[in-house]
């Protein structure tokens, strides 16, 4: 398994200097992944990569998330979303690293494309924050308006 995991760090290293700059996040994870044999038995990091266009950036309306959250029909299904005070949640166990601004931090609303906008990292960060009492991390890596020939 160690002579398979060398093989596909060498295969991912010569792959990643012909690529996009988008991609070496991605391929940067999966070489770490692979080759790492070391496992610290303190504490347990789940990392977890977005990576896509424009649909993976996060295009949603903070605004049209508030209504949600405000509404009697909604409100229940949308009320881990806020906190006492109705302020967007705060995940402790989650964080999030967005490429675009180089945004890094907790996971709360706004890691979308801007800082009023959300996107899938959101209620995924919010299922698997709750599954676990483990520190999880989101990467998201995304490129809107990439065409498949050109920048892949």
């Not at 012909?18 to 504490?43: G, I, K, P, Q, T």
């Not at 979308?112 to 991390?137: C, Q, S, W, Y």
């Amino acid at each position: 398994n160690i002579t398979l995991q060398y093989i596909a760090l060498v295969f991912v290293f010569v792959f990643v200097f012909r690529m996009n700059s988008s991609l070496h996040y991605l391929f940067f994870v999966l070489a770490l992944s692979l080759s790492s044999d070391c496992y610290c038995a303190e504490a347990v990091i789940s990392v977890y990569v977005i990576a896509g266009q424009s649909n993976a950036e996060g295009q949603g309306e903070l605004s049209h998330l508030r209504a949600l959250v405000d509404s009697p029909l909604t409100a229940e299904t949308y009320s881990h979303l806020v906190d006492q005070n109705g302020d967007w949640a705060v995940l402790d166990n989650v964080y999030c690293r967005y490429n675009e601004n180089e945004r890094i931090g907790k996971l709360t609303a706004g890691f979308g494309f801007r800082t009023h906008k959300i996107g899938p990292e959101l209620e995924f960060g919010h299922i698997i924050g709750n599954a676990t009492d483990d520190t999880v991390l989101i990467i998201k890596t995304t490129w809107g308006g990439a065409s498949l020939p050109a920048d892949f």
